[in-house]
C-alpha cells in the first residue's frame, strides 16, 4: 500500500530509506506550526508552554529508549547524533593518547567521522564481522587497550538487517569501563534496545525512521557521561547543542517515539515479520540464483536484503520503480557516492553480488498485496535482464 500522499496503486518497499510521516504525528505537529508559539527559552508565558511541550517530548523519547529523559539531546538528525557521540567523546578525552573501536559495518555517519579523528592523532580499530554481519565480542574484547576512549556499535545494520548482540558486547565495555555508543537508528522501536538495562551510555535514533519528522534525531546520553558540544551558541540542550529547538519537530519526534514504542515492539513488528517471512520464501523460490545476505535469524522483523546475481541492481530498480514499486539497493547515504558496499566486502560478498544487491523494508502501511505483487513483478524482471546480460555477453 502506498503510504502518504502517494498513488495508491505505488508499492512502497523503501522504509528503511525514509519512513513517511504517521498522519497522527503531522496532526499535534500543526497547531504548534499554525498558532503563535513561544520560545522554549523565552520567560513568558508562551516560553513556558513551548518548555512544557519540549520536555514532555523527551520524556517520550526517553521512555522510547529506556533512559532517562535528562538524557536526551534533541538533534537535526542521526547523522548529528552520531557525530556529536563520537566526536563528543573523542574530543572530550582531550590530548592524551585516544583509542575508538568501531565496526567495519556501520553508517558512514560513524566510519566518517573515525577517520576524520584518525586525522588528528586518534587511533581507530575496525572490527571485522562474518558472513552475517555480526561482531563477535571477544574480537572487541582483544581490540580495547587502556587509551581506549569509545566504543561505537551499532544495533542493527540497515543494509543486511543483522541484529548485533548489543547486551554481550555492552558487558565487554562495561568489564573493561569503557563507554559504549549505539546507533539505533532502524532497531529503536522494533527489536528491544533498553539502554539502561543493556549499559549503552550514548544512543542514536532518528525521527525519519520512526514515521515521525525528517530532520530530527536524538543522542541519549547516559548521566555523568562526559562530551565536548559540537554546536556552540547559545547554550540549548543542556550545552551540547546549541541554537534555537525546532519545537515542531520535536513534538512531532515525541508523539512518533511513543506511538512505535506502544505499537512496534509488539504488534507491529509481529505483523512485518510474518509479511517479511512471505516475502522471504516467495522470492527464493521464484528467483534462482539469489540468496539473502545478513542474519536469518536475528534481523530487523521488517528487513530483507538479498543479492541476484546476473543483474544490476541499479536495473532492478529502474524497472521495478517503472512497475510501481519502490525499493532500494542498500544504505540511501552510502548510494550518494556510487561505490561498492563496504558491508557486503565485509560480509564476503563477491563483485557480482554486490552488483546485484536489493534492499526491501516493510512499514507500517505495508500489507500482503504489496507483498504479492513484489512476488508478481519482481521475478520477471530479473528472468527479462538476465537474458538480455546472456545476449549481450555473446
Request: one cysteine or more; glycine letters at 12%; charged letters at 20%.
Amino acid at each position: 500500500m502506498a503510504p502518504g500522499g502517494a498513488p495508491p496503486d505505488r508499492v512502497y518497499l523503501d522504509y528503511a530509506g525514509f519512513a513517511p510521516v504517521d498522519p497522527r504525528v503531522l496532526a499535534v505537529m500543526r497547531p504548534f506550526l499554525e498558532a503563535g508559539i513561544g520560545n522554549p527559552s523565552a520567560r513568558h508565558s508562551l516560553g513556558a508552554e513551548a518548555r512544557e511541550s519540549l520536555e514532555a517530548a523527551r520524556a517520550k523519547v526517553g521512555r522510547l529508549v529506556g533512559g532517562a529523559a535528562s538524557g536526551v539531546i534533541f538533534t537535526s538528525g542521526a547523522t548529528e547524533a552520531n557525530n556529536l557521540a563520537i566526536r563528543g567523546v573523542a574530543v572530550r578525552a582531550g590530548d592524551r593518547s585516544r583509542h575508538v573501536v568501531t565496526s567495519s559495518i556501520e553508517h558512514m555517519s560513524i566510519l566518517n567521522p573515525c577517520r576524520d579523528l584518525e586525522k588528528a592523532g586518534v587511533s581507530v580499530t575496525l572490527l571485522p564481522v562474518d558472513g552475517e554481519g555480526r561482531v563477535d565480542p571477544d574480537e572487541l574484547r582483544r581490540a580495547l587497550r587502556p587509551d581506549t576512549v569509545l566504543v561505537s556499535i551499532g544495533a542493527a545494520n540497515e543494509e543486511i538487517g543483522t541484529v548485533q548482540p548489543i547486551a554481550d558486547l555492552a558487558r565487554v565495555t562495561q568489564a573493561a569501563k569503557v563507554p559504549v555508543h549505539v546507533d539505533a537508528v532502524g532497531a529503536v522501536g522494533r527489536v528491544p534496545v533498553p539502554a539502561e538495562t543493556l549499559g549503552i551510555d550514548l544512543l542514536t535514533l532518528s525521527g525519519n525512521d520512526i514515521y515521525g519528522p525528517p530532520g530530527t534525531g536524538a543522542l541519549w546520553v547516559r548521566p555523568g557521561v562526559k562530551l565536548a558540544a559540537q554546536i556552540l551558541g547559545g547554550g540549548q540542550e543542556g550545552g551540547y547543542r546549541s541554537g534555537t529547538e525546532n519545537l515542531p519537530a520535536i513534538v512531532g519526534l515525541g508523539v512518533a517515539a511513543e506511538l512505535i514504542r506502544t505499537e512496534g515492539h509488539h504488534g507491529e513488528s509481529a505483523r512485518l515479520a510474518g509479511l517479511r517471512d512471505r516475502l522471504v520464501a516467495g522470492l527464493l523460490a521464484a528467483v534462482p540464483d539469489s540468496r539473502v545476505t545478513g542474519s536469518r535469524s536475528t534481523r530487523l522483523p521488517h528487513h530483507l536484503s538479498v543479492v541476484l546475481r546476473g543483474v544490476k541492481a541499479d536495473s532492478v530498480l529502474l524497472d521495478l520503480d517503472l512497475s510501481g514499486v519502490a525499493a532500494s539497493s542498500g544504505s540511501a547515504c552510502a548510494s550518494l557516492t556510487r561505490t561498492p558496499s563496504h558491508v557486503l566486502r565485509a560480509i564476503g560478498c563477491d563483485p557480482a553480488e554486490t552488483e546485484g544487491s536489493l534492499c526491501l523494508t516493510l512499514g507500517r502501511w505495508s500489507t500482503g498485496a504489496d507483498v504479492d505483487a513484489v512476488l508478481d513483478r519482481l521475478p520477471p524482471i530479473v528472468a527479462r535482464l538476465r537474458a538480455l546480460a546472456l545476449t549481450i555477453s555473446r
